[in-house]
């Protein structure tokens, strides 16, 4: 895309066409080589720009931190909304739910979780992490407890608890994948949905009645 962007002519180009290169750009070197190992001069590197370029565009590395995880962790981006819609059974939706998050937030460039993590560690992004993490459990618990009203599920513990633990066990996944990237050099995918259904089902199927 940033070849094709210099072919074109980079200051002809949209001002947010321009930002989205940047970030995704950002995202593949934060992701890949982790936040804090990542420079400027990296980020400008892979989006095809010189580093007073990038400069031109955001003030710090930090800016751009806080601008991806903005982005990254919008919660209408998900695309949620549709599978508490369907009249498909709490189980399903759960499994629904699950791949699409791990679809959305699993990329080629590396593992969301470790970016997250690395990057709120010294970051006031803290509360946009915090709640976007309440609403997805919040969404999880509703379907546990749908699932035990109608009889779908016997739960051994309250939907809130178990709505952690399947977030939980959703990053465990992103991360046991990229652990599998990394010790192959960083040649493999990212995205998981596709990986991980049977595990991601496995879960939900050990609380059905």
């Known amino acids: 895309m940033n070849k094709a962007a210099n072919k074109i002519g980079w200051k002809k180009l949209p001002e947010d066409v321009r930002l989205a290169a940047i970030l995704e750009a ?10 804090h190992s990542a ?15 990038l400069y031109h565009h955001f003030p710090s590395k930090e800016a751009i931190r806080d601008k991806l995880i903005d ?17 498909k059974a709490p189980d399903h939706k759960l499994i629904s739910a699950g791949l699409m ?12 979780p470790r970016f997250i993590a690395e990057a709120i560690a010294c970051s006031a992004q803290i509360d946009t992490v915090k709640g976007f993490y309440e609403k997805v459990e919040s969404l999880f618990a509703s379907l546990f407890n749908a699932g035990q009203q ?24 992103q991360i046991r994948q990229d652990m599998k990237v990394s010790m192959k050099g960083g040649v493999g995918d990212y ?13 939900v199927a050990s609380f059905k009645a």
């Open 26 to 35: 950002a995202a593949c070197c934060f992701m890949k080589n982790g936040y």
């Open 150 to 173: 109608d009889g779908t599920f016997k739960l051994g513990a309250d939907p809130k608890t178990l709505a952690s633990l399947y977030m939980a066990v959703l990053d465990g996944l």
């Open 101 to 112: 998050l791990l679809e959305k937030l699993a990329t080629k460039q590396g593992s969301a």
């Open 191 to 203: 995205s998981l949905a596709e990986h991980c259904t049977k595990e991601v089902q496995a879960f």
């Open 71 to 87: 982005q990254f962790l919008n919660f209408d981006r998900l695309g949620l909304a549709a599978v508490l819609g369907s009249d």
């Open 39 to 53: 420079s400027m001069q990296d980020v400008a590197d892979a989006a095809g720009l010189t580093k007073g370029g």
